[in-house]
C-alpha cells in the first residue's frame, strides 16, 4: 500500500515547470496592455525588416513583458511565457450564464470579466504547494482524471485547521489560477540560440469542479509525467522500456514538509522545497549525505530575495538557511559566512548537506 505522506513526482514537473508557478503580480489591468500583433508591428518597422527571425520575436515581446492576443493575456519571460486563457475563461462563463448574443454587449460583458480574473490570479507560494498537493494525490490514487481530493485533505496538508473559514476562498481562487493558465516553454541549444520547437504544457488542470466537500480535477497529464507509470511492478520492467517510461525522471516528496512550512516566509519556503528536491553534486556527494554545490547568486534566485543592498541579501539569505531543518551542515559554515564581508560572500559557492536517500532501482 503506498504511503499516503511519501509521494512520488515527476522530476522535470518539480524542476522544471512548477517554478513557473511562482510569480506575483502577473498581469496588468486588460484594457492598458498592447497587442502583441503591433508590438511585433512596430519592430519590423523599427528593424526595417518585412518578418522577424524567432530570436528577434522573442526579443521584443520579453522587452515589453506584458501584453495581449486575441485569445490570451500574455506574461512574457524570455525563456518561457505564462498566458491567462481569456476566449477559454469567457466561453466557460457564457456556458453557466446567460447567452450573450449582442455583440457590443459581449465585448463590454468579456473584457469586465477578464479584468476582474485577473485581479484575483495567484500563482504564488499557495498555487505551488496546491500543485505538489494535487499530483501527491494523482500518484497516490493513480488516475489524472476525475481526481477526487476532500477539501479537507487540502486544509490538513496545508497545516492548516478546519476552522480557518479565509483559507478555503484563498484555495479556490489558487485552483482557478492553476485552471485558466496556460504555460509555453522556449527550447534553447547549447549556442543559446532559439530552436524553432517550443514546449506548451498548457492548463495544469483542464477541468476542476467544486463540491460541497470536495474538488474533482482532470489533471494535464504533462504535468503527472513518468508519476503516472509508478503502479507498474517496476521489476517486471527491461532496462529499455524503464528508461523510456521513466526518461524524465522522478522523486520522493513528503508531503507533510508543506505543512511544517507554513508561517515561515516564503524565502524559506522556497529555498526549502528546492533543497528538498535536488540530488546533490555526484561527484561530492557521500553515502550519507547528498551535498549540494550552488552558489550564492543562484540562491537568491532560487530564494527570490532581490533586496539592492549586498549587506540585506546576504543577511536574509543566512538567515532563512538557518531556519531550513533538514540542512545538516553547510561549508563554509554560516557564522564564518557572517564574518565576511557581504560582496566576498556573493562571489562564493556554498556547499550544502542534506541527508542522503536510499535510491531504488525501480518505482
Same mark, same amino acid.
Given at each position: 500500500?503506498? $504511503?499516503?505522506?511519501?509521494?512520488?513526482?515527476?522530476?522535470?514537473?518539480?524542476?522544471?515547470?512548477?517554478?513557473?508557478?511562482?510569480?506575483? &503580480?502577473?498581469?496588468? /489591468?486588460? #484594457?492598458?496592455?498592447? /497587442?502583441? #500583433?503591433?508590438?511585433? *508591428? %512596430?519592430?519590423?518597422? @523599427?528593424?526595417?525588416?518585412?518578418?522577424?527571425?524567432?530570436?528577434?520575436?522573442?526579443?521584443?515581446?520579453? %522587452?515589453? &513583458?506584458?501584453?495581449?492576443?486575441k485569445a490570451y493575456v500574455i506574461r512574457d519571460y524570455g525563456d518561457y511565457v505564462i498566458a491567462f486563457s481569456a476566449k477559454m475563461y469567457l466561453e466557460n462563463l457564457i456556458k453557466t450564464e446567460e447567452e450573450l448574443k449582442d455583440e457590443i454587449m459581449?465585448?463590454?460583458?468579456? *473584457? %469586465?470579466?477578464?479584468? *476582474?480574473?485577473?485581479e484575483r490570479i495567484n500563482t504564488y507560494k499557495l498555487a505551488h504547494k496546491l500543485a505538489i498537493i494535487i499530483l501527491g494525490e494523482v500518484y497516490i490514487q493513480n488516475k489524472h482524471e476525475k481526481l477526487v481530493i476532500p477539501k479537507q485533505?487540502?486544509?490538513?496538508?496545508? &497545516?492548516?485547521?478546519?476552522?480557518?473559514?479565509?483559507?478555503?476562498?484563498?484555495?479556490? +481562487?489558487?485552483?482557478?489560477?492553476?485552471?485558466?493558465?496556460?504555460?509555453?516553454?522556449?527550447?534553447?541549444?547549447?549556442?543559446? /540560440?532559439?530552436?524553432?520547437? =517550443?514546449?506548451?504544457?498548457? $492548463?495544469?488542470? =483542464?477541468?476542476?469542479?467544486?463540491?460541497?466537500? +470536495? !474538488?474533482?480535477?482532470?489533471?494535464?497529464?504533462?504535468?503527472? &509525467?513518468?508519476?503516472?507509470?509508478?503502479?507498474?511492478?517496476?521489476?517486471?520492467?527491461?532496462?529499455?522500456?524503464? /528508461? @523510456?517510461?521513466?526518461?524524465?525522471?522522478?522523486? *520522493?516528496?513528503?508531503?507533510?514538509?508543506?505543512? +511544517?512550512?507554513?508561517?515561515?516566509?516564503?524565502?524559506?519556503? !522556497?529555498?526549502?522545497?528546492?533543497l528538498l528536491t535536488q540530488d546533490g553534486n555526484i561527484k561530492l556527494n557521500t553515502s550519507e549525505n547528498k551535498i549540494v554545490a550552488i552558489s550564492v547568486q543562484n540562491l537568491y534566485k532560487v530564494a527570490k530575495i532581490t533586496n539592492q543592498r549586498p549587506g540585506v541579501r546576504v543577511n536574509t539569505l543566512l538567515n532563512a538557511l538557518e531556519e531550513i531543518a533538514h540542512i545538516q551542515h553547510i561549508e563554509p559554515p554560516i557564522a564564518e559566512l557572517r564574518k565576511k564581508k557581504s560582496k566576498r560572500v556573493e562571489e562564493m559557492t556554498l556547499h550544502i548537506y542534506l541527508p542522503q536517500q536510499k535510491k531504488k532501482k525501480y518505482s
Open positions: 500500500m503506498k $504511503n499516503e505522506n511519501i509521494v512520488k513526482l515527476d522530476r522535470t514537473t518539480v524542476q522544471e515547470y512548477l517554478p513557473m508557478l511562482t510569480h506575483r &503580480g502577473i498581469f496588468s /489591468k486588460f #484594457d492598458n496592455l498592447p /497587442k502583441k #500583433d503591433e508590438i511585433l *508591428e %512596430k519592430e519590423k518597422s @523599427r528593424l526595417g525588416v518585412d518578418q522577424l527571425t524567432l530570436v528577434q520575436e522573442r526579443t521584443a515581446l520579453s %522587452k515589453i &513583458g506584458k501584453y495581449r492576443s459581449l465585448k463590454k460583458y468579456g *473584457e %469586465k470579466r477578464i479584468s *476582474e480574473a485577473l485533505r487540502f486544509i490538513e496538508l496545508l &497545516g492548516y485547521k478546519t476552522t480557518d473559514k479565509s483559507i478555503y476562498n484563498h484555495i479556490k +481562487e489558487a485552483i482557478n489560477s492553476l485552471r485558466w493558465l496556460d504555460y509555453i516553454v522556449y527550447k534553447y541549444n547549447t549556442r543559446k /540560440k532559439l530552436k524553432r520547437d =517550443y514546449t506548451t504544457t498548457g $492548463n495544469f488542470i =483542464y477541468n476542476f469542479s467544486d463540491k460541497p466537500t +470536495e !474538488f474533482e480535477f482532470w489533471v494535464n497529464p504533462l504535468f503527472v &509525467g513518468c508519476a503516472i507509470h509508478m503502479a507498474q511492478d517496476g521489476s517486471k520492467l527491461s532496462e529499455e522500456e524503464h /528508461k @523510456r517510461l521513466f526518461a524524465r525522471g522522478y522523486l *520522493e516528496y513528503p508531503l507533510s514538509h508543506i505543512a +511544517e512550512l507554513k508561517g515561515k516566509s516564503n524565502i524559506v519556503y !522556497f529555498l526549502s522545497h528546492y
